[in-house]
Structures are given as C-alpha cells and as structure tokens.
C-alpha cells in the first residue's frame, strides 16, 4: 500500500558536534510536503449534475483497513478513526452527505470490494496503474517515506540493494509490495505477509531479516508492540502519496469528493496532520533542546567539578559531605554523557545515510565535514577522499566561477537560512547544476561559528525540464497546426486548451473566445456529453463516438470524438481531452451513397429472376428480393458468408461452386449454363446458371455477379411444343394410314369372317358342301381345334379390330371432333371417369380396380368449365387406369393401393390432380409420357397413344395445360387445368 520516498544510508563516524546536524536532517526527513492549493470556501460547491447523481445514491459505502494507524483503523470505540476519518469528516460535512464506513478484513479484501463493485471508495490508497484501471484517485492529502526495519545488531546498509540473497517482509498487495517485486526481483528473498504487525514481529524475532513498510504506521505498532530490538536501518527510493479512491463508474460521485477534498482550509489540514502524524516530530525537537541543555549541564558540572577537586586538596576533611554530594552528581553527568553519546550515534547514522548531500563549514568558507552523498556527488569513493585529509577547505573552490557566490556574504544578509542554484564541479572536472540550502549556526556568545547546508543534484531534473520544454514544443507545434480540433477540459468540464482549427470550424475569432466556457455550451445536446463521459469512467477512453456539437450562430456540427482522460504525473484524472473531427462532408457523402444503393438495390429487386454479388473473398455483399424469396433466406443472415455456409445446398454442390466462384473472380470465363437447383418451395428446378467477373475502376478485380433465371417453365413450354409438333405429325400422317391401312384390313377382317362362316355347322350350306365332299363338320371342327387353327384364325380377328381401333383413334385425332362443348361439372366428370374404370374388369386385366382405395378431395366451389364432357371424361379415364394398372405392380407393400382424386379451384382454371401410390417412374420416364406410341407396358398391352391424345385434348382442344410428377418408389401425380372461360359466370 505504503511507497518510500528516495533515500540511502552511510557509515557513522565520531565527528564533534555533529548530531545537531542529523537532528536538522531527521528534521528535514519527517517534513510532509503540503502542495494542494487552498480552495475557497462556498455554499455549495458540487454541480447540479453531482448534486442530483448523490441523491441517486442511497448510501455511500467506504470500506478501510482497520489496522493502518494513524491513517486508518478500528479504534477502542469500535468507530472509524485516524487521520483518514478527520478527513473523511470533513468531506460528509462540507458536501452534506453521511457515509458508511465498514472494516474490511485484509487489504487483499478491500481491493476486491472495490473491483467487484461492492463499495463506493477507500479513504486512504496509493495510486498504481492496475488500480487506476477501476478507481479514480483524488490529489493526494498526505507524503509518508518507505523505510527499512532491521533489529538494531544487524549489519550497516546503504538500502535495499544490500539485502541481496536475505529474506525480506513486505504486506502483501500493499504498493510496497508491487515496488519491490518490480525493482528487485532478483536482489532478494521478497516474504509477503498478512499484515504490518507480522512483519514487524517476524523482523524482531529473526524470521526475516529486514521489513519494508511507512515510517508513521511502523512506528505506531513498534510502540504498541514493544519492539524495542528493531531501528530503521535504511530509507528507500519511494515515497507514497495517500490519495481517496472512488470506483471509476461513479465519476460525478469522484468530483463532489475532489472538491470537498480541496475545500478543506490549509489551517485545518495542518491540524490533522499535527494531530496524527507530527507530534513525532515534535518529539524530535524536543529531544534535540533536551540534548543542548544536557551538553550545558555537562559543561558546567565539569568545569564545577574541577574547582571542587581542586579544593578538596586542601579542604578534604572539612568539604567531605559536599565531595559526596559532587561525585553523585557527576555520576549523574556522566550518564548524560552516555546519552549524548547514543543519541550522537543515532542521530550520526541519520547523516550519513542521508539521500542528499550535507557539509558544515567554518564561518571562514572552510570545509570541515561532508557526507557521502555529498562525496558522491563530486566524484569521491568516500567523505576522508574528499577532504583529502585537510581541515579547511574551501567550499568555494568546488563552485564554478559561472556559478560561484560568496555563501557568508549572502548569510549575512538572510541570516535565517539561504537557498541559491549553482554549478558544481566533480572530481573528473566536470560541472552538474545544484541546489544548496545553507543556514548559519551561532556560537554561545551569538556569533557566527559555521555554517551548515544540504546539497541537492538537479542535473536528472535539469535534463527533464529540458525534455519536457521540447516535449511541449513539439506538442504545441502539432496543437497549432492539427486540421481537427482540439480540446481539453479541466475537472469541471471547463476548456483550458483548444486548438486553433477549434474556433475557425465554429465560427469564432479565436481561442480566447471559447477558453473558460463549460465544454457543454458547443453540445447541441448535453446529455449526450454526459453519456459520453460516463463510457469514458468506464472504458477509458472512447473512439469514433458521433456527436453534434452547436457553432457561434446556433447551427449544428457532425463530429466524431476520439476522448480519454488526462491524468498528471501520479495518475490523478486532471480532466477530459480529445479531438473532434468535422464528419459533415462524410456524412452527406455517405447519405448520398446510401442513396445511390437503396436505388440500385430497388432496382435490383425489380427483377424477377435471382440477382446476388460477391467480394473477391467469395463472400456474399448482397442479393435481390427474388433471390431471398426463391432460396428462402434473409439478405442480413448471409451477407458475409460463402457458398461453403449455404446448408440448403448439398455439401458436394456447395464445395463446387466455391472452386467455381474463385475461378471466375481470379479471371476465368463467365460461367453459363442449365442445372436443377432445389429451392425453398421444396422443388427442384430448372435454371439457367451464369456467373462473371467485374473489375474496380482501377482495374483490380471487384468480385462476381451472378443471376440465377427459373426456366422450369419455360422447359415446360418446350415439351409442350414438341409434343405438340409430334400431335400435329401424327395429326398429319393419320389421313393417309387411314387411307392406305382401311382397305386391306377390311379385306383381312372379312377374309377372317368368311373362314369363320364357312366352317361354321350351324349354316346348311357347309354341311351340304362337306357331305357332298365326305366329311363331317364336327371332325373339320376337330381337326381345327386340334392344330389350334380357329385361334390362329381368332387372333387374326382380334389383331383385325385392335389395328381398326388403332385407325379409328388416328382418324379422331387428325380431325375436329364433333363433340359439342356444354358448361360441366368437373366434379362430376371424374366420378364419371371412376365409374367407367370400376366397370372395366377383365380376367386379362393384371389389376383389379375395386381393390383400390379412392380418395376424394372435391373442391365444392369449383364452377363448371366450358369443354367436350367426352373428349374430358376419355383423358381422365385413361389417366385412372394406367395409375390402377401401374399400382399392381408395386409389390409387397403394407399400405393399400390408393387413389387421390382432388379438385381445386385456381384463378383462372379448374385443376384436377389424380395420384397414385404406384411405384413411380424415373425422370427420363417421365419425360417421354406424352410423346405418341410410347408405352412402359408389356407388347400387345398398350398402344402408346392414350396419353399422347390426352395430351392433344387438355392442349390443344381446350387449352388448358396437363403435367406430371413423378419419382421412382414415391408414386405418380398427374394435373389437368382446364380455363374456366366464360362459364363460370
């Protein structure tokens, strides 16, 4: 928790009068440095914004270490004290809030509170940068060194660096502890411990061999403890700043602390701090004139006791009772002298360890004693080495003559002390800026006897100054000419900085103009500020965040910010500052291309054919709405994906077109071509398939355009044509085969006839004849049957009249039917149709309708349709008997046969499905059903001209539309749309 301030130890070395100079050092040690500037007390002095985020607040929760007096703990009382609660106080008075505070059980545990939201603040903290990432840190209110604690026998130090290979304690989670891990990992044993008072036992018990922690609350547990075997052996090089911490999400709740904070008088923090951490000092002091009148009194009585000796020679008998008297009292002098002797060893290890350098000098300029640090500063290995053995050397032949100045002379003048800047001179010749700080000390008679000073090397701070000059060039030179502006605010939200282009883009004269305004007046809305800062508590710092700032005349400014906090050397949050950059022209820029897209994406979905884009990594940049609709998908779900994401797509398909994708882009030909895509309607379709690549304005390839265009129709279309073109052939030859095939087949069916009759017994001619030749007609019958000759002459007849029936449908075909067309109902023409095929049976036939299942699915408001009842009934029959002829060979199949018969009733038509569980067939079948003489029945069972006709009757008769769909062991369906023309009014 606790970091020391920088600091070193030296060697002891009996120099006469030299304690006063350590007392003036250990004073100047414990010296806390108060830098805050007074703020003048007001009425109120939070902001409406901190005023009502308290009020939002049900309580403030602090949370403090209850054992790190005096600063902080639980006293007697069981209440919240040490200088922490004075303060803590006087913030619940001057904001008018109470807070609750509650002991936490370790630091380790106050540390998570606070992490994990669970508490407000802590009241005494030292700034680190892993706090800093959730707690914001006030101006610290007290400077407290780091020392080391060893038992008093142990060896002499110079610091840490001489601990190397010990074991040395340090609380664990203090920032001790962080400094020692970070700057001696390596040197030593680093032992972390529960607490303060741990640390000190296990030091004074021998556990560890030295304790790292902050004078004050040492101290205080060394008293309370009564360790009285332990000293501080050496400072170290850090100092810790307590400052109150408030978790970073609570930024108004931070402020109102830091103005209470600084509202506090100068008068009254001195009284805490003298209340709680100086009257040490005060004891020092004390001590110190306790020590002057102890070396009077030890004066005196010598110089008493030398007169008395010297009159006992010669009084010995007579003075007896007063020799006895003196001898007691120089008894008691010489135990004052052992006293002035321990405390000249005290307080001469506090010279010489000291971090700066000290020197005391004659009234006459000539140098009588330094310390090593001085020694070290001008190139010595030690004090003696410096002196070079002479009594009286000037301290003026170390001072350059650029820099030289007659130090008495100058005392003379400001007796009570002096402080001058000067170039000193080391051992090699080279010069180093200084600091010294000399006052004179005064004899018994009150004149000048020497003078004392400490001596500080600036030459670090002098090159930092340097590097910060030419740091602030360089930053203000990138102030003045940054083209965005610039701005900074302090913790009230007030501009202490802005960048020339700042007011130029706000129509303003100059910076002067805006400097001490509240940032909120150039927010067209304020809140948002709020809003803003708030994610700044939060985050750290905002990028790109899109505001609306308001220039002189009132009007608005688009600007994106870039905003962090400013903090000063030891963290602390000074305020806000970031740039603001005119995004007006990219704003109306990119409204104009968002309007040039939202065109050209309606224009794109005008189209009715699939449209899709992709960037050169194959992904997709966008599609038009026939595309969403088509695949079924939303433009905001595949944007950025490939064809490799589309799971509506087999994996083998998808794995194809991104090879295809990749070459189109890298620069192949367009793609063009037909193939069947499966789309969201759960049909596969026909498509036309094309793909090309586009190139940028600077030549470099941009990505693909594909388009996708449906041409199932359109295929359909082209079946329907050559179907037709087929009819019209058929149409055409059917006049002729007539024609050529009637005559002899007449001549063959009566030939056939004639046999028949002349064999016949039943006509008295025959029987005449065979008498007359000698023969029996029953045995001429007998014969035939026996050589199979009256089948021989039955097949003829039935091939006669099959070839007929043949002819007959060719002859219907190829001419107008005289069918007249009435208004039916189409309902009753399918159940026509079932009722015809019910009563087809026949042992030959290898199905038998009345086992098939019929299913009817009547649309009951299908109006009637104008067209040929017979012609209609004819293809609805042969469509019913291939479905029943086709479902007896679907083999062992638990689910009966079933017809589905449905009517429904389109915009424009009536359609009729017929479908049948059968075995299906293959697409190559399905293709070929409507084209004439085709037939998948065994040879003699079909003519192949049923569906042929069928198809002539829906599109050329009534033109309507018959289709089919089929796959191999999911059964057939076929649909007939016959227009409703006129008759359904």
């Given amino acids: 928790m606790m970091q020391s301030r920088p600091g070193g130890a030296m060697p002891a070395r009996n120099h006469g009068r030299a304690w006063c100079l350590g007392v003036r ?44 007096p005096p600063f902080e703990f639980l006293g007697e009382d069981g209440r919240f004290s040490g200088l922490a609660a004075d303060f803590i106080k006087e913030i619940e008075n ?20 606070l992490k994990e939201r669970r508490a407000d603040m802590a009241p005494a903290m030292a700034y680190t940068a892993e706090r800093a990432q959730y707690l914001l840190f006030t101006d610290p209110y007290v400077h407290l060194p780091t020392v080391v604690f060893t038992q008093k026998h142990f060896k002499h130090i110079d610091g840490l660096a001489d601990l190397r290979g010990l074991r040395v304690g340090v609380v664990n989670g203090y920032v001790s502890h962080a400094f020692l891990k970070s700057n001696y990992p390596d040197t030593f044993t680093i032992v972390p411990v529960n607490n303060i008072q741990e640390g000190l036992r296990q030091t004074a018990f021998g ?35 307590l400052s109150m911490a408030v978790r970073s999400d609570r930024p108004l709740l931070f402020s109102a602390i830091q103005k209470a904070l600084a509202n506090i008088p100068q008068e009254r923090r001195r009284a805490l701090l003298d209340k709680w951490v100086h009257p040490q000092e005060r004891q020092i002091r004390t001590l110190t004139w306790l020590l002057y009148a102890a070396i009077g009194l030890l004066s005196v009585t010598v110089a008493l006791l030398g007169v008395l000796l010297y009159r006992s020679l010669a009084l010995r008998r007579a003075y007896q009772n007063k020799a006895q008297e003196l001898a007691a009292e120089l008894e008691r002098s010489l135990t004052f002298q052992q006293a002035l002797r321990a405390s000249e060893e005290k307080y001469r290890a506090i010279f010489d360890h000291a971090p700066i350098g000290i020197f005391r000098c004659t009234y006459g300029d000539g140098l009588q004693e330094v310390n090593a640090a001085l020694a070290r500063m001008h190139g010595f290995s030690s004090p003696e080495a410096m002196l070079g053995g002479l009594e009286h050397l000037p301290l003026n032949s170390y001072l350059r003559p650029q820099g030289s100045r007659d130090i008495r002379s100058a005392l003379a003048v400001s007796p009570q002390g002096l402080r001058l800047e000067a170039l000193l001179g080391r051992r090699d010749g080279q010069a180093f800026p200084a600091i010294i700080n000399a006052s004179l000390q005064y004899d018994a008679a009150g004149e000048p006897a020497s003078i004392n000073g400490l001596v500080e090397d600036v030459a670090e701070r002098r090159q930092a100054e340097e590097a910060l000059r030419e740091s602030e060039a360089r930053y203000r030179s990138v102030i003045e000419n940054i083209q965005d502006m610039y701005y900074r605010t302090d913790r009230e939200g007030r501009l202490v900085m802005l960048s020339p282009s700042t007011p130029r883009q706000l129509g303003y004269d100059s910076v002067d103009e805006l ?120 433009r905001q779900d595949l944007i950025g994906k490939t ?30 071509k037909e193939m069947s895509i499966p789309l969201a309607d759960g049909a596969v379709h026909q498509t036309l398939y094309s793909v090309t690549g586009f190139r940028l304005s600077g030549g470099a390839s941009g990505g693909l355009i594909g388009v996708i265009v449906d041409i199932t129709e359109h295929k359909k279309m082209q079946e329907l044509m050559i179907q037709t073109e087929k009819m019209m052939s058929v149409g055409g030859l059917a006049a002729g085969m007539a024609h050529e095939l009637n005559n002899p087949l007449g001549i063959i069916l009566q030939s056939v006839q004639n046999m028949e009759r002349r064999l016949s017994p039943a006509l008295p001619g025959n029987l005449e004849v065979a008498r007359r030749l000698g023969l029996e007609m029953d045995s001429i019958a007998a014969y035939m049957r026996a050589r199979n000759i009256d089948e021989y002459l039955r097949g003829i007849q039935e091939a006669g009249d099959r070839a007929a029936r043949i002819i007959r449908t060719m002859l219907d075909f190829s001419r107008s039917s005289q069918s007249l067309r009435a208004s039916c109902n189409v309902n009753a023409l399918l159940d026509m149709a079932v009722d015809l ?63 589905r018969l449905i009517t429904r009733h389109d915009p424009d038509a009536a359609r009729i499905e017929i479908r049948d569980n059968g075995p299906g067939m293959d697409e190559a079948t399905r293709r070929r059903v409507f084209e004439p003489f085709f037939t998948t029945k065994p040879q003699g069972e079909g003519t192949g001209l049923g569906l042929s006709v069928g198809f002539f009757i829906i599109a050329q008769k009534h033109k309507g539309r018959i289709s089919v769909a089929s796959r191999l062991g999911q059964g057939t369906a076929f649909a007939v749309e016959i227009p409703l023309g006129d008759a359904q009014t």
């Fill in 837 to 899: 095929a019910a009563n087809d049976y026949d042992l030959k036939k290898r199905y038998d309708f009345k086992g098939i299942r019929i299913e009817r699915d009547y649309d009951p408001t299908l109006p009637p349709v104008e067209c040929m009842e017979t012609e209609i009934v004819q293809v609805l029959l042969n469509i019913i008997k291939n479905a029943a002829q086709a479902m007896a060979d679907r083999g062992q199949r638990p689910d009966p046969p079933t017809l």
């Fill in 643 to 672: 064809v490799l994401d589309l799971d509506y797509l087999p994996a083998e398909d998808r794995a194809a077109y991104q090879a295809e994708d990749e070459a189109v882009i890298a620069g192949a030909e367009p793609v063009h």
């Fill in 25 to 68: 050092c250990l004073a100047w040690g414990l010296a806390v440095l108060l830098g805050l500037a007074a703020v003048a007390h007001a009425a109120d002095i939070m902001s409406p914004e901190e005023r009502a985020a308290l009020a939002e607040l049900k309580q403030i929760r602090l949370v403090y270490d209850w054992k790190y």
């Fill in 94 to 113: 001057s904001l008018g809030v109470a807070i609750r505070a509650e002991a936490e059980r370790d630091w380790p545990a106050l540390l998570e509170s």
């Fill in 207 to 241: 556990d560890l061999d030295a304790f790292v922690e902050n004078v004050g609350v040492a101290s205080y547990y060394i008293e309370q403890e009564g360790l009285r075997n332990l000293r501080v052996a050496a400072t170290t090089e850090h100092e810790t700043a």
């Fill in 515 to 634: 400097l001490g305004r509240p940032a909120a007046d150039f927010w067209m809305e304020p809140d948002k500020r709020h809003a803003l800062l708030e994610r700044i508590a939060v985050e750290g710092r905002v990028l790109d965040y899109e505001v609306t700032l308001k220039d002189k005349s009132g009007g608005p400014v688009l600007v994106s910010t870039t905003s962090a906090y400013y903090r000063d050397g030891e963290g602390r949050v000074l305020g806000v500052e970031g740039i603001f950059r005119d995004i007006t022209g990219r704003k109306q820029l990119e409204m104009q291309l968002a309007d040039q897209l939202a065109f050209q994406q309606a224009l794109l979905d005008t189209i009715p054919y699939a449209v899709f884009y992709k960037g050169t990594d194959c992904r997709f940049l966008g599609f038009n709405k026939a595309y969403e609709d088509w695949f079924g998908v939303r």
